[in-house]
């Protein structure tokens, strides 16, 4: 069975700074990543995914996540946050062979304060 | 753009009423999905679809069924409501390729009453 942890309900940042959203994974085979970003009152948009080939992957908006195989995480990054990224943020996995159906961390609460 | 809609964005039901969620996607996905999103326990799945008049449980889908009659629609079926539905429905589709992520709607809020 595949699982995702995101250990971290709510993360704040200042504007301007760096910030990270955790995520851990367990699957028995290769996993293919994703996150997703939620804003109030709507559906998850697609933010970026690890399929194969380099560890760090980047997405939208000018976010970015780093594979880490040996720590099985897919940590979520941005170099400098903005107010406007405050946000809910979904790490999904998916086994390789597990034919399109995902599971869902819990969700992290991120707030930018200006 | 792929478009996923779902037909209601706030829903106020009755406790036994059977209750209908309309899903509708314009690009030709094969996968369908619909889950529940809860405050602390993320996204649930309930059904998904991989075909027309194809349909497998998720996590949790004792309450619930589904039908998949065209490719474009999938229907999430509340057959007698109880106020612990009362949720967020969130449908999505994706492409029969693993690598692809989901297109989601905006979701259905249904209270239960």
């Known amino acids: 069975a595949q699982s995702v942890a995101q250990p971290e309900d709510q993360v704040n940042v200042a504007e301007g700074n760096p910030l990270t959203v955790k995520c851990t994974y367990s699957v028995s085979g290769n996993p293919y990543l994703f996150w997703y970003v939620q804003y109030p009152n709507r559906g998850l948009q697609f933010l970026l995914k690890y399929i194969t080939g380099d560890n760090l992957v980047k997405g939208s908006y000018g976010f970015e996540a780093e594979f880490n195989k040996s720590q099985t995480s897919f940590h979520l990054k941005k170099p400098s946050a903005l107010v406007s990224d405050s946000a809910l943020y979904f790490c999904?996995?998916?086994?390789?062979?597990?034919?399109?159906?995902?599971?869902f961390g819990d969700g992290t609460t991120l707030t930018v304060k200006p | 753009d792929v478009k996923v809609t779902q037909s209601s964005r706030y829903l106020v039901k009755r406790t036994g009423e059977k209750v209908f969620l309309e899903c509708v996607q314009d690009m030709d996905h094969e996968n369908m999905f619909w889950y529940r999103q809860d405050p602390g326990l993320g996204l649930r799945l309930i059904y998904f679809?991989?075909?027309?008049?194809?349909?497998e449980k998720g996590d949790i889908p004792e309450g619930y069924s589904v039908s998949r009659e065209k490719k474009e629609r999938f229907s999430l079926i509340l057959e007698s409501a109880s106020t612990n539905q009362t949720s967020m429905y969130l449908c999505?589709?994706?492409?029969?390729?693993?690598?692809?992520?989901?297109?989601f709607g905006s979701g259905t809020r249904l209270t239960v009453v």
């Open positions: 999904a996995v998916r086994e390789n062979t597990n034919a399109g159906k995902s599971t």
């Open positions: 679809s991989y075909d027309v008049k194809m349909k």
């Open positions: 999505a589709s994706s492409l029969s390729r693993d690598t692809l992520p989901y297109t």
